[in-house]
């Protein structure tokens, strides 16, 4: 029986509820809700009218009935439908016409994270995640929240310096942004420096691979993460909060944000904040030491919106304080690190008539970023690093192209215990996109030419062992390239990519020569690196039907003078200086607190390739979705027949989604193959199984526009498996978190 149809119910409920007399005029709406994508009928959707608490759900066949009453409605009044997984949907309807509503058709909103495939969404070539179904999947770092993808995975430090690995490749392979545009951090040069980010401020990811990643920069052989943050939100008539909040229980951790918009006239002001405190790590054999943090972030966006566009202004104060885990090596008690960062942007959008363009974007930002390292609690820094950015950017849009050109500056000023010299880099870049409909596929190409110049001052290289005759300016010149094509037979989409990319070398990866503390290396640059090449030719075959996916995805990537920190030599018990050392026979300098010593590492150039593949499958049923994912990624280092270090191990993903009233269901199961395909001095890193559980409920008990919210509940490591990361630093010492229990609550006002 329909708890509609229940006299006593709707008496009472119209009592408590709503307060309105039983003798008023009551109006009945009969409509469906169905599925845009298939037409098939949607159960549990929310139906109400706006400004008021008249509301219904539908059925198992996707029919509602929605009482209320006219006296407390004026005559057109706005029927809203919401469901989980699709966009809400707006009706207006006039009360003085008798005709029940036809049916309303709900388009699914963008895939959840643990679904995407990497060749779907856009343009066939890039996925995006939205705020909505983000909340549910967010994790305490980029990295963790990525790794549910296939072939990512996270390269760590303990749990505040992470970093995401796309199919082996991490460091400056890939380019991170926000809003298009770089962080200005130093997080692609080294372990130790965090990313500038805290995932509650983004609204949405994308990643992105293929020719449209040429625009973000030549770097991207491993694709592009664009996070977005919503600086420049839609024109608001009245003001808007939105609250997170939530904690995770392995760090004893909790945190929470609020954003404001405020409209005014043509002017919208933006103010938000973030706060995250974290304990220590903890595991099922014990607490990882010295990895505790304290993160804040203030931004402020003020935007004029004009007829034909808008004038932006940003800013960002970050402020970051986490520490670095002790090793059997360097510190024994561990680093700090505190991070600064100011970040400044001013965007102008116009729409405009100029040949076959449409939209003209002008960008500048700038950005002072700085961190320092401390070794025990020490008042004063032992190294401060810090970098100013600018970068000028214009652009010209239209539904098929894209042109533009950048010009981006960069001046690395070290302090402290300094091994590279204060640099100055400049890199000035064109660029431009395409995509054509031809008869009997689409065509999508993209070119970037670069110019780099890297100008260190050999006089400030204070510490360094290189020689100064050896620190010498270095000037790169490379144009890369994409070509890609997708074509479509019934129900099978065919769709494939060649790309050639290109990268200088970092100024650590040149002019280094000396103890990393951070990491716990002693790291030894090359002057005299060329660029790196890599061309990568990557392949999509998808069948789909209404409740059957499958998507087989190969690649393959030859890089040319492949060059990266490599360590020096093994680890082995023996006797050294008359004392059982921990690691005889391998090079390595004696230094840190206590008996601490440091690896060397050295930049080592090889020819390489890196291949692999990855599968999706997806079956739906009536309110039970089910997905499987398959990666696995081989690199080799072809000089030397020999693996390269730092690869993925082969990842399954199974997930069981079950869609609830108003809620969402979710079992997840990650298994990690063992790695053994061991670069050079690599260790063995065992097989690992676990299961996650996410609930996630929407709240809207107020049936009106102005109150929704969402609830999530989160367990990873649900039977507290002992698992291992084969790209973590730690992983000698203490395994990954166990279980961990994550509580998430937002909503808008």
């Known amino acids: 029986m329909k708890v509609w149809e229940n006299i006593p119910f709707r008496v009472l409920f119209i009592i408590l509820c709503l307060n309105i007399n039983l003798f008023s005029q009551t109006i009945t709406l009969n409509g469906k809700i169905l599925s845009f994508e298939n037409k098939m009928p949607i159960e549990n959707a929310n139906i109400y009218i706006k400004n008021t608490d008249f509301g219904s759900t539908s059925n198992a066949l996707g029919e509602f009935e929605l009482f209320f009453d006219s006296n407390k409605t004026t005559d057109e009044i706005i029927i809203i439908i919401d469901h989980i997984g699709f966009e809400s949907t707006k009706v207006l309807y006039n009360t003085q016409n008798n005709k029940s509503l036809e049916n309303i058709f709900l388009v699914p909103s963008v895939i959840q994270i643990e679904e995407l495939n990497v060749l779907s969404e856009k343009d066939d070539f890039q996925l995006e995640i939205k705020s909505k179904e983000l909340t549910e999947k967010l994790s305490t770092d980029l990295a963790t929240t990525l ?321 100064i005759s050896e620190i010498k300016n270095r000037s790169y010149f490379f144009i890369s390239y994409a070509l890609g094509i997708r074509k479509k037979i019934d129900n099978f989409t065919i769709r494939s990519f060649l790309i050639n990319s290109n990268r200088g070398p970092s100024i650590e990866e040149l002019y280094s020569d000396g103890p990393h503390l951070g990491i716990y290396s002693y790291e030894i640059g090359k002057p005299n690196l060329n660029k790196e090449s890599t061309l990568g030719f990557e392949t999509s075959i998808e069948y789909e039907s209404e409740n059957f996916n499958i998507n087989i995805n190969p690649f393959y990537n030859f890089s040319n003078n492949y060059f990266q920190m490599d360590k020096t030599g093994k680890c082995n018990e023996e006797f050294i200086l008359g004392y059982s050392h921990p690691c005889a026979g391998a090079d390595f300098i004696e230094w840190g607190s206590g008996s601490g010593w440091l690896y060397k590492y050295q930049i080592d150039e090889k020819n390489a390739e890196i291949k692999g593949v990855e599968v999706n499958l997806k079956m739906k049923f009536k309110s039970i979705d089910l997905s499987y994912d398959f990666s696995n990624v081989i690199g080799n280092n072809l000089d030397q027949n020999i693996p390269l270090s730092y690869m993925n191990p082969a990842k399954q993903i199974f997930s069981t989604n079950f869609s609830l009233k108003n809620s969402n269901l979710k079992i997840r199961l990650i298994k990690l193959d063992d790695q053994n395909r061991l670069g050079e001095f690599e260790t063995f890193t065992p097989s690992s199984m676990i299961t996650d559980l996410i609930f996630t409920k929407k709240i809207n008990a107020c049936k009106c526009d102005c109150c929704k919210g969402d609830l999530t509940i989160k367990v990873n490591n649900l039977f507290d498996q002992l698992s291992y990361n084969h790209l973590s630093r730690t992983k000698d010492i203490m395994p990954e978190p166990g279980r961990n229990l994550v509580m998430l609550y937002n909503f808008d006002i």
């Open 147 to 467: 790794s549910y993808l296939p072939n990512i995975n996270v390269l760590s430090f303990g749990q505040n310096a992470t970093k995401p690995v796309i199919r082996g490749y991490s460091g400056n392979r890939f380019f991170i942004s926000k809003n298009g545009n770089e962080f200005g951090d130093l997080s692609s040069t080294a372990l130790d420096h965090a990313i500038t980010l805290d995932l509650l401020q983004i609204d949405a990811i994308e990643l992105i691979r293929g020719p449209k990643t040429l625009i973000y920069g030549p770097n991207t052989v491993g694709g592009v993460i664009n996070t977005t943050v919503d600086y420049i939100p839609n024109p608001q008539e009245k003001p808007t909060v939105r609250l997170y909040s939530g904690s995770e229980s392995y760090n004893n951790s909790y945190f929470g944000m609020i954003k404001i918009d405020l409209p005014y006239k043509n002017n919208q002001i933006s103010i938000g904040g973030n706060s995250r405190n974290t304990g220590n790590q903890t595991t099922p054999l014990g607490e990882l030491i010295n990895t505790s943090s304290n993160n804040t972030i203030f931004d402020f966006g003020i935007t004029n919106f004009t007829k034909k566009g808008f004038r932006n202004f940003i800013f960002e104060k970050i402020n970051m304080n986490y520490g670095i885990p002790p090793t059997q090596s360097g510190h024994i008690y561990g680093v700090d690190i505190k991070l600064f960062s100011n970040y400044y942007q001013f965007h102008a959008h116009e729409e405009i008539e100029f040949l076959n363009f449409n939209d003209f974007h002008a960008k500048y930002l700038f950005i002072d970023y700085a961190h320092e390292e401390f070794e025990n609690d020490a008042p004063y820094y032992d190294v401060r690093l810090a970098q100013k950015t600018h970068n000028i950017e214009i652009e010209l849009k239209s539904d098929e192209s894209i042109i533009g050109t950048e010009f981006n500056y960069k001046k690395l000023m070290p302090d402290g215990f300094v091994w590279t010299p204060l640099t100055n880099r400049y890199n000035f870049s064109m660029y431009g996109f395409n995509e054509k409909k031809l008869k009997s596929f689409d065509l999508l190409s993209s070119i970037r030419s670069d110019f780099l110049n890297i100008i260190p001052n050999p006089q400030m290289n204070r510490y360094s062992n290189l020689d």
